[in-house]
């Protein structure tokens, strides 16, 4: 029995979709299969069209395996049965933190569970966790979508960094590759130049993919000659070629965690290099420019967007000097109710992942009557520790009960009204690269102003990449700060995008604004 589990510690990223195909196309392929499905979210177990039901699942349970084979299921194919997930997983982390030897308990449930089966497919949650580490001590191979992207290959070599010279074989693969987008298409290349890191099959961003939770089958039961059935037959020859190396030679088929490690720190670092950063800001302007989004700051702050990334440079160029610039990578995740009432009213609610902290956040903003422009009303946010991160993120913890607690202001209770206890749940993440510049000292006729400004591509799945130019004015008036911008796109000979990506953008203007108040 071979045991693989389709992990990434980031969300969204194509771990069900792909579990749900690989494990249907190795059931066809005579392989008597066991998918289970350890995400509470039920999402392949829903796609499989089985009840989502453990019954008495508990922290007994975790010594029990009877319990779980109990709850197994065929599903509508061949050879392939499914464990489904259970509502109550949201208490599988804590439980197997309060075992001594969660790893073991792990290995031994999977050993008597795949006992029937040649092959058990994990299909994970997001995050890293007790749960997550237990995977990752007990599979054979661990497999992990990657969407061609800044974060998704700096979150790829944190998992690198993190495996020891035990650790599971490693196949990443691309997923979600849309050939619009200028940064897939190059790391797609750059990946195919890799055979040793990732598998060469990549799965493209298709809406008959997106189809599989909808029609509840894999994508070959609904359309086999689809090109993504075709991408999830080749992915299937080619984990099954590794499986069976590895069953031969016992060796990892793949680079070790350290060649890993090397070249994606190689790649990052051209990818860091490619949003030119000449100078870092200097400690008097990073002081002032935390002063401008502090607390106490209170410049207005307007978004506009642009066609592509070019516009920022002609826009740079048309600024005449050279200023002191800083690059910032962070994740958005926003949050709202099924019938969107708080996008509908003008609020973002957000949880900001950077690199070394998360914050809460909650944006009311406005668009100007011209459309051209996205003026923030209020925002706050707060830092939140890892803990909280992860429960928002699990859904867990309501965003709102954390802005309750630690953001004292009246958007709170704003909020609390609009969506009346009713579930938020996360609606959009979008990856957000920028380049900040500033102060910028911009003067046209009698009017002038001190401006930090921001380029910044957001890219979130499915959406067309955002282009937004956000400043932020020192102690000038809105008006004054729209009219100088206006003047310097004009001079520039850059036009703004008539269609607005509201939600990118204000993510976007959200998060310049996030420095932490607490209160
Ligand atoms: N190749 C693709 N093309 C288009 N949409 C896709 C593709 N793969 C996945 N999706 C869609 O993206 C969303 C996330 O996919 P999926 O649920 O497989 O990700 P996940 O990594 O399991 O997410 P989670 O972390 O929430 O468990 C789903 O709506 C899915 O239909
Ligand atoms: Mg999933």
């Known amino acids: 029995m071979t045991i693989v589990a389709v992990y990434n510690m980031k969300g969204g990223?194509?771990?069900?979709?792909?579990a749900v195909n690989l494990a249907y196309l190795f059931a066809a392929s005579g392989q008597k299969t066991l998918l289970w499905d350890l995400d509470a979210q039920a999402a392949s177990t829903f796609a499989l069209r089985v009840k989502p039901e453990v019954a008495q699942f508990g922290k007994p349970a975790l010594?029990?395996?009877?319990?779980?084979i109990e709850a197994i299921r065929e599903t509508?194919?061949?050879?392939?049965?499914?464990l489904p997930a259970d509502f109550s997983y949201r208490n599988l982390d804590r439980f197997l933190d309060q075992l001594e030897d969660p790893k073991h308990v792990m290995r031994r449930m999977l050993a008597q569970l795949g006992e029937a089966y040649s092959l058990v497919l994990l299909d994970c949650p997001a995050g890293f966790s007790s749960l997550s580490e237990a995977v990752i001590a007990c599979a054979d191979v661990l497999l992990v979508p990657t969407i061609p992207g800044t974060l998704s290959m700096r979150t790829l070599l944190r998992l690198t960094q993190s495996l020891d010279h035990n650790a599971p074989a490693l196949l990443p693969f691309l997923s979600m590759v849309d050939r619009r987008k200028a940064l897939h298409r190059s790391l797609s290349q750059w990946v195919e130049r890799h055979p040793e890191l990732f598998l060469r099959e990549q799965i493209p961003y298709a809406s008959s993919v997106e189809q599989v939770s909808v029609r509840r089958a894999p994508v070959p039961i609904y359309d086999a000659s689809d090109p993504a059935a075709k991408s999830f037959a080749g992915l299937w020859r080619e984990v099954g070629a590794h499986l069976t190396q590895l069953a031969?030679?016992?060796?990892?088929?793949?680079?070790?965690?350290a060649v890993y490690a090397e070249a994606l720190d190689a790649l990052l670092s051209t990818l860091i290099a490619d949003a030119p950063v000449h100078t870092i800001a200097s400690a008097q302007s990073a002081a002032r420019k935390d002063q401008a989004n502090g607390p106490d700051?209170?410049?207005p702050q307007v978004a506009f967007a642009v066609d592509s990334k070019d516009d920022f440079q002609v826009l740079e160029r048309a600024l005449g000097e050279a200023h002191p610039r800083r690059a910032a990578n962070y994740l958005a995740h926003t949050f709202d109710t099924d019938d969107a009432t708080l996008r509908r009213a003008g609020y973002r609610v957000q949880l900001i992942e950077e690199p070394e902290r998360f914050l809460i956040s909650v944006v009311k903003a406005r668009v100007t009557p011209d459309e051209e422009l996205i003026c923030l009303?209020?925002?706050?946010?707060a830092k939140i520790d890892g803990g909280w991160a992860a429960q928002i993120l699990t859904g867990q913890l309501s965003p709102i009960s954390v802005i309750d607690r630690r953001i004292r202001h009246p958007l709170a209770a704003e909020l609390r009204a609009l969506t009346a206890d009713r579930t938020l749940a996360r609606v959009e993440s979008s990856e957000h690269k920028s380049l900040r510049l500033g102060p910028v000292e911009f003067a046209e006729g009698e009017e002038s102003a001190s401006i930090y400004l921001e380029f910044e591509c957001a890219e979130a799945p499915g959406a067309e990449t955002a282009y937004c130019v956000i400043a932020s004015g020192l102690g000038a008036e809105t008006q004054s700060v729209t009219r100088l911008l206006g003047a310097w796109r004009k001079r520039a000979g850059v036009r703004r995008q008539f269609e607005l990506p509201g939600s990118a953008q204000l993510a976007a203007v959200a998060h310049m604004k996030s420095s932490p108040t607490g209160s």
Not at 13 to 18: I, M, Q, Y
Not at 377 to 381: A, L, V
């Open 248 to 257: 031969q030679t016992g060796a990892a088929p793949m680079a070790t965690p």
């Open 63 to 68: 010594r029990n395996a009877q319990v779980f």
């Open 76 to 82: 509508d194919h061949l050879n392939l049965d499914l």
């Open 13 to 18: 990223v194509g771990k069900t979709t792909c």
């Open 377 to 381: 009303r209020e925002q706050r946010s």
């Open 297 to 299: 700051r209170d410049g």
